[in-house]
């Protein structure tokens, strides 16, 4: 006798498997490569692969501080002053979380209330409005310009009322490859000014920024800082997606509410990884080198597809490069992409995905984040279209 399960009210009723693991199953079903999902198909610095494993045969194996392992917040404290000149406290206003994503939305639980309303902008990594809806919140969605993907500010200012609760930027954009630049900065530093509007800052391509552009992160910006969640990825930064760790800084006030749901969440992290990032981090060069190494795939990989079809729109940064299709089909891109990865074995992500409305400019999304021989196959592909 079989007996029914209790009903559940969904909390995301309107939420379906995500176009990643759609795309990325897709392309394993055909044996395609996958351009799609942002992971690297190359090795991680083996140096820091062999500290974690001498972490792990020494015994840490653990349970670290809630907040996380101290000397691995000194060694972040140290590089946000080297890069931003920002003396944030590793006692107090830094915390490791299992992942950037993990970061942003226990920053939007730390903050929000039902009805509370949360400006971001489309195409936007997709975590975001689940994580704003599940909190009773409401999501108020710009657009970024196409085909610069810039953020026009009069619509910031004329987005925000008396609910508005907190804004979201990311920078550099997944899956835009735009950035932000110093006046951008500025210009939401003065809208923010005299406001109680939080603001949540998804910087986990902090590192990866292409042509001699800098990254304008929040910690620059004391006046911004004093009110914002930073959030970071250290699978981004040293191509080790599946350790699942990053981290938050936060002012020691806003800190200590994160805290309070981190700890009845995941209470703290895998240890052994914390315990190699600490010694890692030490040697600046390594995260310094970072962008020129990502650089090189990405021109690679547009090097190759100088004879293709797709116009390449502007990479600044991140592992992604987006391409409209107009001299190739006039299919939607949801629709292409999936043709592709059955029909020439390579798979994309369509930017439709990444608005809630499905909104189209014909725009797919590569990663090049891949072995130069993934990329190289990838581009004769996709050449003969």
């Known amino acids: 006798m079989t007996h029914p399960s209790p009903a559940i009210q969904s909390r995301l009723p309107q939420t379906e498997t995500s176009i990643f693991t759609v795309m990325s199953a897709l392309a394993s079903e055909f044996g395609a490569i996958n351009l799609g999902q942002g992971f690297p198909d190359f090795d991680m610095d083996k140096q820091l692969a062999a500290l974690a494993a001498k972490a792990i045969s020494s015994g840490y194996n653990q349970y670290v501080p809630m907040a996380g392992w101290m000397p691995l917040r000194e060694s972040i404290a140290q590089k946000v002053n080297l890069l931003y000149g920002n003396m944030v406290s590793p006692a107090d206003e830094i915390t490791i979380t299992p992942g950037g994503s993990y970061a942003i939305y226990t920053a939007f639980t730390t903050i929000l209330q039902p009805g509370d309303e949360v400006i971001l902008f489309e195409p936007a990594y997709d975590s975001y409005i689940p994580n704003i809806l599940v909190n009773g919140a409401v999501p108020v969605k710009l657009k970024l310009e196409f085909p610069d993907y810039a953020i026009n500010w009069e619509e910031v200012r004329a987005a925000i009322t008396p609910k508005t609760r907190a804004i979201i930027i990311n920078s550099p954009n997944n899956p835009t490859g735009s950035i932000l630049s110093d006046a951008d900065m500025l210009t939401l530093q003065s809208i923010l000014s005299g406001t109680q509007i939080f603001l949540i800052s998804d910087e986990v391509y902090e590192h990866l920024t292409f042509d ?174």
């Open 212 to 385: 001699g552009l800098k990254h304008n992160s929040v910690l620059k910006y004391p006046e911004l800082f004093a009110r914002s969640f930073v959030c970071f990825s250290f699978g981004k930064v040293y191509n080790c997606t599946g350790w699942k760790l990053g981290y938050c800084v936060a002012p020691a006030k806003l800190m200590g509410e994160f805290r309070k749901i981190h700890q009845f969440d995941a209470f703290c992290c895998f240890t052994p990884t914390q315990i190699a990032l600490a010694e890692h981090l030490k040697q600046a060069e390594a995260y310094l080198s970072l962008a020129s190494f990502m650089q090189k795939k990405r021109d690679l990989f547009l090097g190759n597809m100088k004879d293709s079809r797709f116009s390449f729109l502007p990479s600044s940064g991140s592992y992604f490069v987006c391409a409209t299709y107009e001299q190739i089909s006039s299919m939607p891109a949801k629709e292409l992409a999936i043709e592709l990865t059955k029909s020439i074995g390579v798979a994309t992500i369509p930017v439709s995905a990444f608005y809630q409305n499905g909104h189209d400019d014909k725009v797919l999304r590569f990663c090049f984040a891949k072995k130069d021989e993934t990329l190289e196959t990838a581009a004769e592909r996709l050449c003969k279209l």
